[in-house]
């Protein structure tokens, strides 16, 4: 293919909650697309998601079952990032938020993948500029922040550090397009624009849970019907998973410093007992609710 064009090959490493989800709209979208798992039964589970979701969107209306046949004739998985790695035009990964682990990532893949492709992470608080350090050619990396449940969340925020280059921030945006989203660009910094604001909000409704100020249920509506928030900020953290919260926050408040990014409490020991939100069950909220 034309390395200039849209990108037709996508592959996509991790199989967890945004890393299907990204899968799965992608196909939805027309782009071939590989998700890649080392983990077996997480890329089953990952596979089994896109499948009920498929299902959800056909139940009310969204899809026609063509359009779940083509999204599923367009994704295959993987678990060797090798063989797909080398036939791929954009690389998003959605794998741990873990600085070290993200670097060695994309140290293996820049030696994998062709000279044109693109390399995107779905950090959503890590900067970039430290992500790409240990690239030959830092460049190609850019920063794709898709939102959870991926099918249904509009925003992409692309990010930028210093030395990301015109092309890699094209082929984001007109990915970005295709995929219905709409696409914010925003300079490297900690916590980008999204997670910077999403958390304070976040942090503060588990403070009142902390102090006992109102439940989480109340705290909640109280964003949704006060400030037409679509969702609440505790539901909001189930969604996301109170573990990637706490690494969000303990990353602002070791890049930015201030009280605001300081973890409560009551997330870290939810977090230490593995009441994680939706994923393990309980969080702020019982999964499914009762």
């Known amino acids: 293919m034309n390395p200039n064009s849209t990108p037709l090959n996508l592959t996509v490493i991790g199989a967890g909650t945004m890393g299907h989800g990204i899968a799965q709209v992608a196909a939805s979208a027309g782009l071939k697309v590989t998700l890649v798992d080392a983990d077996l039964a997480a890329l089953e589970r990952g596979r089994r998601q896109v499948d009920e979701n498929l299902a959800g969107a056909i139940q009310r209306g969204k899809l026609t079952p063509a359009d779940r046949d083509r999204a599923v004739a367009n994704l295959a998985t993987a678990t060797s990032l090798a063989d797909c790695a080398r036939t791929a035009d954009l690389v998003i990964e959605a794998i741990v938020e873990r600085l070290d682990a993200k670097q060695a990532l994309f140290r293996q893949l820049e030696a994998l ?12 608080s890590l900067p970039l500029a430290k992500i790409a350090a240990p690239l030959a050619d830092p460049s190609r990396l850019i920063g794709m922040h898709f939102f959870n449940p991926v099918f249904l969340m509009k925003l992409v925020e692309l990010v930028v550090h210093p030395r990301t280059s015109e092309r890699a921030r094209s082929v984001a945006l007109d990915v970005a397009r295709q995929m219905g989203k709409t696409a914010i660009v925003v300079n490297d ?13 976040g942090l503060e ?49 070791r890049e930015i410093g201030g009280d605001q990014y300081q973890a409560p409490q009551l997330l870290r020991d939810k977090v230490a007992r593995g009441e994680l939100g939706k994923k393990s069950g309980k969080g702020f909220y019982e999964w499914p609710p009762k």
């Open 205 to 253: 409704a588990m403070r009142m849970v902390e102090q006992g100020v109102a439940s989480p249920a109340d705290i909640d509506t109280a964003m949704e019907l006060g400030y037409n928030h679509p969702m609440g900020p505790l539901k909001l953290t189930d969604l996301v998973g109170l573990d990637i919260r706490l690494a969000i926050a303990d990353t602002l408040a």
């Open 189 to 201: 910094s900690p916590g980008f624009a999204s997670s910077r604001l999403g958390v304070i909000l």
């Open 113 to 124: 993948v062709p000279p044109h492709a693109i390399l995107a992470s779905n950090t959503s």
